[in-house]
């Protein structure tokens, strides 16, 4: 397939490397110039200056932009110039309505629109073994799974548009909840002078094992924040399912909590700590009672 790809940053860039290893004709484009000349060095793949010079004639416009601004600038300068029938997969974390809206753009014009966020993060990407969810058209996304395929380990179609990133807030209420747990658990362990490694090993086979338990234990416990998704990212993510549940009515005590503590780990300075950086949260309160 002849494929253009933007947004080459952390997730987009092995994304799209992938693509070109599984034999697509690739054409990258990147806000800044910079980001799209280092991943055309690093891969040999063809770079344009411009979205319209990217999606030129392209059968699949695959975007991982910053929010939902962001992808409505980059479809609507994308859609005169993308061959007629061709499918918009967009693996930007945004709101429902966006994608429904984008949807409804791309289908007066004879083109699709895939609202496909993905789960699995930086490693995922890199590793090829990310998780998508899809909303839209069937059969739209069945012609661009192959090559999702390059970079995924799943893809499943949730329903119409808005019903992937319907999904992903699911994911991020999930992760919400298991990362607060987390990051108490290795401060409680710390409180009481555990050697949080053999707490580790004694806990990390039952029930309370979990991704985030076996990637984000013992950097949490060192006070290591610099892995995965940012708090800012994820603070994004929690107001787009905050706001659809005021839309739709769903009761989210612990996510509006978590997204509060989020809130003073960015007083903290920590924009850019991981997720897990809740642990460093408990551990100043715990600084400022002594």
């Known amino acids: 397939m002849k494929i253009a790809f933007a947004g080459l940053g952390v997730m987009g860039a092995p994304m799209a490397r992938h693509l070109l290893a599984g034999g697509h004709a690739v054409t990258g484009f990147n806000r800044s110039p910079a980001k799209a000349e280092a991943w055309a060095t690093a891969t040999g793949g063809q770079i344009a200056a411009t979205v319209a ?25 994308a859609l005169p110039y993308l061959a007629a029938g061709a499918v918009i997969v967009d693996h930007t974390t945004t709101s429902a309505r966006v994608a429904r809206e984008m949807a409804a753009m791309a289908g007066e014009v004879g083109r699709f629109f ?10 995922g990407a ?11 058209n069937g059969d739209a996304l069945a012609r ?4 999702l ?14 019903a992937g990133q319907l999904t992903k807030m699911v994911n991020q209420i999930a992760i919400a909840g298991v990362v607060q747990g987390l990051a108490e658990a290795v401060h409680f362990a710390q409180s009481a002078g555990l050697d949080t490694d053999a707490v580790y090993d004694a806990i990390s086979k039952g029930a ?20 995965g998704f940012a708090v800012d990212w ?24 978590v997204d509060g503590y989020y809130a003073e780990v ?16 408990l551990q100043a309160r715990t600084n400022t009672k002594r």
């Open 208 to 227: 309370a094992q979990s991704w985030q338990m076996d990637n984000r234990w013992k950097t949490a416990a060192k006070g290591e924040f610099e892995f």
């Open 53 to 77: 010079g990217a999606t030129d004639g392209a059968d699949l416009f695959v975007l991982c932009v910053g929010n939902d601004d962001d992808v409505r600038q980059v479809v609507t300068e």
């Open 126 to 136: 890199e590793n090829g073994q990310l998780s998508v969810m899809a909303g839209g």
């Open 114 to 123: 895939i609202d496909a966020p993905v789960s699995g993060g930086q490693a």
């Open 144 to 147: 661009a799974e192959p090559a």
């Open 149 to 162: 395929m390059t970079y995924a380990k799943a893809v499943k179609h949730m329903g119409p548009s808005g």
């Open 234 to 257: 994820m603070r994004k993510d929690l107001g787009l399912v905050l706001d659809e549940a005021r839309a739709n009515g769903a009761t989210l005590d612990l996510t509006a909590l």
């Open 266 to 281: 960015q007083a903290m300075g920590g924009n850019r700590w991981d997720t897990s950086s809740l642990a460093a949260r």
